[in-house]
């Protein structure tokens, strides 16, 4: 890995303020177009997605941003159980259905393993939706400036500056160079570690293009002369994000540029890094970072450029990047508990007897037996309905047990996760796998972070013959059950 060291050397560190950037000829990017399993862009109904999202819930919320235009991003799931994420933006954001429509298209033509593929949009009324992959390990930010474990590793960190600039390489080539408010927020890391760029970034917020929302002191100098984004813009952009990368901290251009006149470099490097990288690797960093912060637009260096000098500075690259940044593998597998193990079996009267022994203590907002007698004669009706319903569901008749439970569903005036789930399980015990799934479905549209819900779900995608879903499913109800019992010792 080279000599072991963290003082950057000083030398070549003067030609980056000077000429322009000479490009390296005949150096070019292996496409990485090719991206598996994925759907080709479509539009969906706001009831598709706010069902996906449970309605929207604040359980799925995964981020929020701006001020002037703000949005939130929700995780959720589609009907085919394909895991997504949806940008909700505020009504004012895009006013134009028309531009909107136009750039969400555009985006959704691009496939690439390096971005996170846009999948598809909402345009109904004013309402204005993105629908994205979704990325379960957090956001670079988090990764960079606030961890908890681990500081992420200096091969992956030159990982990760690779594999931006061949999504920005890959975008430019098809015709999307312009990136708006290029952060370490928008790059996210998928279930095997590996980093992607968010493509909400490729479509501008406004006709204007005026889409910067972080910090002035980060924002490219032409941006704030002209209000616009260009090309270059991007690269200033990246050259904020290879400094990022160096000190672990968000430091301001212009204080990391007089560090390096100064040639006080140590202050750029993250302290983590101790004995990591060596002389070359950082002051070839340094430069890069150099160039591309350049005031004037023709001294920055092209994408193609960029690339070509990352990727010799990659190490390590046979390591998976799991391994490297420390978070579980999507292969791996948690230990089971006796739910968990019980829904991988199908095992369907071991889950029976677990659905029978937790009871109702799962809902939240329906009235016990105390409030009973002051309801209704007609309120009254339906809960002995679902009395009903419960008895020859412990019983296991569960033909009856549908019918009770449908009934109380169908009036409409209490709603239970519980008897969701209790009425999935009966179409199970009686071979109605896809009845079972919608039951699981709505159950957890009810109560998006219930784990019997996911559960469920694994058992009939499984009866179904969708393996791959099916197992899914059973590690996000693996996870939820694991936080629940997480929060339940804290209390």
Known sequence: MGSQCTKLAPCCLDSQFKAAVVEVPGVGNEEK??????????????????????????????????????????????????????????????PDARQFLEEARSVGLLRNNRLVNLLGCCCEGDERLLVAEFMPNETLAKHL?????????????????LHLAEALEYCTSKGR?????????????????????????????????KS????????????????????????????????????????????????IRDRNLQMLTDSCLEGEFSNDDGTELVRLASRCLQYELRERPSLKFL????????KETDVPSHILMGIPHSASSSPLSPFGEACSRKDLTAIHE??????????????????????????????????????????????????????????????????????S?????????????????????ISPVWHVASYLQAVALATLGMENEAHAALKEGTNLEAKKNANSGQK
Not at 307 to 314: E, R, W
Not at 425 to 445: I, R
């Open 33 to 94: 177009s090719e991206v598996n399993d994925l759907p080709t862009f479509r539009e969906f109904t706001f009831e598709q997605l706010k069902n996906a999202t449970s309605g929207f819930a604040v359980e799925n919320i995964v981020s929020e941003h701006g001020e002037k235009a703000p949005n939130v991003v929700y995780k959720g799931k589609l009907e085919n159980q394909r895991r997504i994420a949806v940008k909700r933006f505020n009504r004012m954001a895009w």
């Open 425 to 445: 399980l009966s179409h199970l015990m009686s071979d109605m796998p896809q009845e079972a799934l919608n039951d699981a479905m709505q159950a957890q549209v």
């Open 212 to 259: 910067y929302s972080t910090n002035l002191a980060f924002t490219p100098p032409e941006y704030l002369r002209t209000g616009r984004v260009t090309p270059e813009s991007v690269i200033y952009s990246f050259g904020t994000l290879l400094l990022d990368h160096l000190s672990g901290k968000h430091i301001p251009p212009s204080h990391a540029l007089d560090l």
């Open 145 to 161: 400036f606030h961890w908890e474990t681990q500081p992420i590793k200096w091969a992956m960190r030159l990982r990760v500056v």
């Open 177 to 209: 160079a312009l990136y708006h408010d290029l952060n370490a927020y928008r790059i996210l890391f998928d279930e095997d570690g590996n980093p992607k760029l968010s493509s909400f970034g490729l479509m501008k917020n406004s006709r204007d293009g």
């Open 354 to 423: 677990i659905l029978d022994n937790i009871g109702y203590k799962d809902d939240q907002g329906v009235a016990n037996e105390l409030s009973f007698q002051m309801w209704t004669d007609e309120m009254q009706e339906t809960l002995n309905t679902k009395k009903k319903g419960d008895a020859s569901f412990k019983q296991k008749d569960f033909r009856v047990a549908i019918e009770c439970y449908t009934q109380f569903i169908d009036v409409g005036t209490m709603i239970s996760p519980t008897v969701f789930a209790r009425r």
């Open 307 to 314: 690339v070509a000098a990352l990727t010799p500075l990659q």
